[in-house]
């Protein structure tokens, strides 16, 4: 092809053609030219599909993730929510001397309210490599992109109640520690062979039952059920519903591309 043109060209010098030869000149750097952008843009194309599988790829990751993440946060509001229960429960004996109250029922609640700890738990692996690697702006919908951008804020706010709600439960722990009778509740409520430990049992009479009595104990149980309520009610729901509607927005974004 190179020698055709380059015989065309000579042709027109050797018959002394030179406007001939300048317009072939001139129509020669117009077609170099035009397939030079035909490149381009072809490779601008194959560089887009390239950007939009791979967004596909990060979508459909981001989609497993805050499912895990969905699943985490109901089971974490299931869990504070039995504890506030059995808060609720204690905090209506206390202060009084109800003979059918008895040991054995006020260290179950004791231990059901205290005994786990409240902590959300996401999955991020995703989230994070999308930001450290500075590829979330590959996620072409904007509403998602701050969605996901902002998601480190909310995990913060969230961990700042927790720890709130945190402290009146080491409260509480301190103060059946120092009145009340650990292992004894300990065997009440959990059984002693719980974990297959086979705890002896207390040689001491005293009994947990003291704490109805104790201010400091119903300061610290309404501290601890106000805190908890508050993390559910507030905290956990607006955490939910954003996990559920980022859920709605990356399926969008993927029914999009497969239809």
Request: glycine residues 6%; proline residues 2%; charged residues 25%.
């Amino acid at each position: 092809m190179i020698k055709f043109f380059r015989r065309i060209r000579q042709r027109l010098l050797s018959e002394n053609k030179f406007s001939k030869y300048l317009l072939y000149a001139i129509g020669e750097i117009v077609l170099v030219v035009i397939g030079i952008l035909i490149a381009l843009q072809l490779n601008n194309l194959n560089e887009i599909d390239k950007v939009k599988d791979t967004e596909v790829i990060y979508l459909n990751a981001l989609h497993d993730e805050f499912s895990n993440n969905l699943k985490e946060v109901e089971r974490v509001m299931k869990l504070n929510k039995r504890g506030l229960e059995m808060a609720h429960g204690l905090l209506g004996k206390m202060g009084t001397d109800d003979p059918n109250f008895t040991e054995k029922v006020f260290d179950s609640l004791m231990y059901r309210t205290i005994f786990s700890e409240i902590q959300y738990r996401p999955s991020p692996g995703t989230l994070i490599e999308l930001v450290n690697s500075g590829k979330l702006s590959i996620i072409s919908n904007r509403e998602l992109r701050l969605n996901l951008a902002s998601w480190d804020g909310v995990l913060t706010s969230v961990l700042f109640q927790e720890e709130e709600h945190s402290k009146p439960r080491y409260k509480l722990i301190d103060l059946m520690n120092k009145w009340g009778n650990g292992r004894k509740s300990y065997i009440n409520a959990l059984g002693n062979n719980k974990f297959s430990l086979d705890i002896p049992n207390s040689n001491f009479k005293l009994s947990s039952l003291v704490l109805l009595q104790n201010i400091e104990f119903d300061n610290q149980l309404t501290f601890f059920f106000l805190t908890g309520s508050f993390l559910n009610s507030n905290y956990y729901s607006s955490l939910k519903n954003k996990i559920e509607n980022t859920l709605i927005i990356i399926q969008s974004e993927l029914n999009q591309r497969t239809n």
